[in-house]
């Protein structure tokens, strides 16, 4: 390669590989898989070492990775938070094992544990108590994220009685379930949110939420898989592990001490096959020197510690052939590719499709063309990913695969916004799986739940020009004679469908606006905006500043409550359900006031606290006080939980608000 070839090609990995990175660590939604990017890494690393006067200083060579998210505090890690050097192969791991025998001879043990694919915490604890959790972050500093960490019910908050020193860190993997992932994520799925693509991402896009008691809701657990004291108090890691058992941590069973490499190996293959009956991903297998005055022997790289590696399991792959690509239209509209497979047997199942995502996964990063035979892959993700195409199987004249231009079900041509990887039919007004989901949302358990009503019907009345609105479901009743007509409908479930339409006017508004079906407002998002605004008209005429201003409502999210309320024919549709007597105003549970103690006083509630902010703003409300939006001089309190955003403390402090915690709002109380 010829030295500007390779100033080029280390410029592109560079800056391929931090943007990974960042979507890794960052965005918590990675784009590459673990394996590519690791081969990747090793290009780069080789190429620096060749040509080293190319070398970014600040290459992802030198460094763990990640960085640090702004709405929390950021705190240094008093061990760094490093990685483990991977392999993929027996020869990678036997040349580990020589490496080790030249440095220590051959007298030691390996620990081998399961490699848990989740995210990494850092606990601490003094006099028994758990004061601090951090995430990795870069490696140097992390999120300080104690408030969602204490929701986890596996982490001990205070230690059983036991001999553990005053102070000490421990670090462990937090991780979800995947019965536990399947759920939640079909509940996102059903609001039109954006589902997570496995557990590992869901468990890190939960940890990062503002608000805690979200993330209660959201079962997480966690397995603790290394001890760090100020002082050695443990001849081993493997002694240890025993200890930090006993003193309430939860420790994964399936570790093991191996005293040979060929032990090392019948563990790996082991699991290689039992790790599909687990109930939690697992990406490979961590072997960790047991000693540690011999782990202290063989020290450290820049990145990670000489005495352990990770042995990684690549996820398996089959190759088939591509039968054709078809396209899904849902209730907003998004078009969604599939690829429809040759059936072929991977990881225990038949898979016969996988998803495309989107035109430039077709048409940039697979160059997907009829035919193919394309290499399939399941990892954590539920629905199997095509990872290549096999170019060598491709046929001479193969066309490449289009994506349709289109849509697929009534040929209005989609519409692509600027910055968004999804095209969209805008015809929701004429699109049958647009108007016929939109309704299927509202009447669906966990919007409008009404009973006597289903799928199957509301797709049939559409049919024969009943309904196509959500407004025409509380007309129905007026067309009870000709509704008879019709082949299997008999009176008793008309009667048992037009009583529940009738009932389902007594839903509260929480309930009616997530069934509205807006873009991004699900279930959660809904009940805060109900709570936040407490009726339909405000809500409709906020500002964006104003929407942003509510709780876990982020810009993406604001601007499709905007565009959904600018549109006249959702309003005609919400004054209609209106007069129809469906609830659009919050209920508040009467307000009694507790006391007048604060009354005259302003509040902002930020951060996050062992209760829900919604709890603290109703104890403040019930004594008198007034919560404001938006920091201002007219502000006279700040309460602030564990992680104040830095540039709502920098506002507040440049105007001398008092800074407060939750004790001592309480406290004002008393
Ligand atoms: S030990 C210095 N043990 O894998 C040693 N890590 O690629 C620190 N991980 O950052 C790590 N299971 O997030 C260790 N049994 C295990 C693990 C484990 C999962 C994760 C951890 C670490 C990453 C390294």
Same mark, same amino acid.
Not at 378 to 389: D, F, L, T, Y
Not at 464 to 473: L, T
């Given at each position: 390669m010829s030295p500007i070839e390779a100033k080029n090609k280390i410029e592109s990995l560079t800056a391929e590989l931090k943007q990974h990175n960042y979507n890794y660590y960052v965005l918590a939604m990675p784009t590459i898989a673990d394996f590519d990017f690791d081969k990747k890494l090793e290009e780069l690393s080789a190429l620096e070492k060749q040509f080293p006067e190319f070398?970014?200083?600040?290459?992802p060579t030198q460094k763990v990775g990640g960085d640090i998210t702004k709405d929390f505090v950021t705190v240094r890690h008093r061990w760094?938070?490093?990685?483990l050097g991977n392999t993929y192969n027996e020869q990678e791991l036997l040349d580990f094992d020589q490496r080790i025998r030249k440095a220590i001879g051959d007298n030691f043990e390996y620990v081998c544990e399961l490699k848990f694919d989740g995210l990494s915490m850092s606990l601490t604890y003094e006099n028994g108590l758990l004061v601090r959790a951090v995430t990795r972050g870069d490696g140097v500093q992390g999120d300080d994220v104690t408030t969602n960490?204490?929701?986890i019910h596996t982490i001990p908050k205070k230690l059983r009685s036991g001999n553990y020193p005053a102070e000490f860190e421990i670090r462990g993997e937090v991780f979800m379930h995947l019965k536990a992932f399947e759920r939640?994520?079909?509940?996102?799925?059903?609001?039109?949110?954006?589902?997570y693509a496995n557990p590992r991402n869901f468990a890190s896009g939960t940890i990062k939420m503002q608000d805690s008691s979200e993330v209660a809701r959201r079962p997480l657990d966690c397995f603790l898989y290394f001890l760090y004291t100020e002082r050695q108090i443990f001849k081993t890691h493997w002694e240890s592990l025993e200890a930090v058992k006993s003193w309430g941590f939860q420790v994964n069973d399936q570790s093991r001490l191996c005293s040979t490499i060929d032990d090392v190996f019948a563990f790996i293959s082991h699991w290689d096959k039992a790790r599909f009956d687990l109930s939690y991903d697992i990406d490979g297998i961590v072997i960790k020197v047991n000693s540690y005055a011999q782990q202290q022997e063989l020290g450290f790289t820049a990145k990670s510690p000489r005495w352990a590696i990770a042995y990684k399991y690549k996820a398996e792959q089959v190759q088939t052939e591509l039968l054709a690509v078809t396209y899904q239209v849902g209730r907003t509209g998004a078009v969604t590719p599939v690829a429809n497979l040759k059936p072929v047997l991977l990881a225990g199942t038949t898979v016969k499709r996988a998803t495309l995502h989107n035109a430039d996964e077709i048409e940039k990063r697979l160059m997907l063309h009829e035919h193919d035979w394309v290499f399939v892959e #399941?990892?954590?993700?539920? *629905?199997?990913? !095509?990872?290549?195409?096999n170019l060598d199987k491709r046929s001479p004249g193969a066309k490449p695969v289009k994506y349709v231009t289109h849509c697929p079900v009534c040929g209005t041509q989609l519409i692509r916004k600027e910055g968004e990887a999804a095209s969209y039919c805008p015809n929701d007004e004429g699109c049958r799986p647009q108007i016929v989901g939109k309704m299927q949302h509202f009447i669906s358990r966990r919007a409008m739940n009404i009973d006597g009503l289903g799928d199957e019907t509301i797709e049939t009345l559409y049919q024969? #020009?009943?309904?196509?609105? *959500?407004?025409? !479901?509380y007309e129905l009743k007026n067309h009870a004679e000709d509704l008879k007509k019709m082949e299997r409908f008999g009176e008793k479930s008309i009667n048992n469908m037009l009583d529940g339409i009738e009932k389902s006017k007594e839903m509260p508004f929480e309930k009616v606006l997530f069934g509205l079906g807006i873009?991004?407002?699900g279930e959660t998002v809904a009940r805060k905006l109900a709570v936040h605004f407490k009726n339909v008209d405000s809500l409709a005429s906020a500002s964006f500043d104003e929407l942003i201003a509510a709780e876990e409502i982020g810009e993406r999210i604001a601007l499709s409550i905007l565009e959904y309320f600018s549109d006249e024919k959702h309003k005609e549709e919400i004054a209609k359900l209106k007069a129809q007597g469906l609830q659009f105003v919050t209920v508040e549970k009467e307000v009694k006031l507790a006391s007048e103690k604060l009354s005259g006083q302003t509040f902002i509630i930020s951060g996050t606290f062992e209760k829900s902010?919604?709890?603290?703003k109703d104890i403040i409300e019930q004594n008198g006080g007034k919560i404001l939006s938006s920091i201002s001089a007219k502000l006279n309190f700040v309460v602030a939980g564990d992680n104040m955003g830095p540039s709502k403390l920098e506002k507040a402090q440049k105007l001398n608000i008092p800074i407060i915690s939750d004790e001592e709002l309480f406290k004002m109380l008393e």
């Open positions: 070398a970014d200083p600040d290459s760094p938070m490093l990685s960490v204490r929701t939640l994520n079909n509940e996102r799925i059903d609001a039109g949110e954006v589902p #399941k990892g954590g993700e539920i *629905i199997p990913k !095509i990872i290549a195409v024969h #020009k009943f309904i196509s609105r *959500i407004s025409d !479901i873009r991004y407002v902010r919604d709890e603290l």
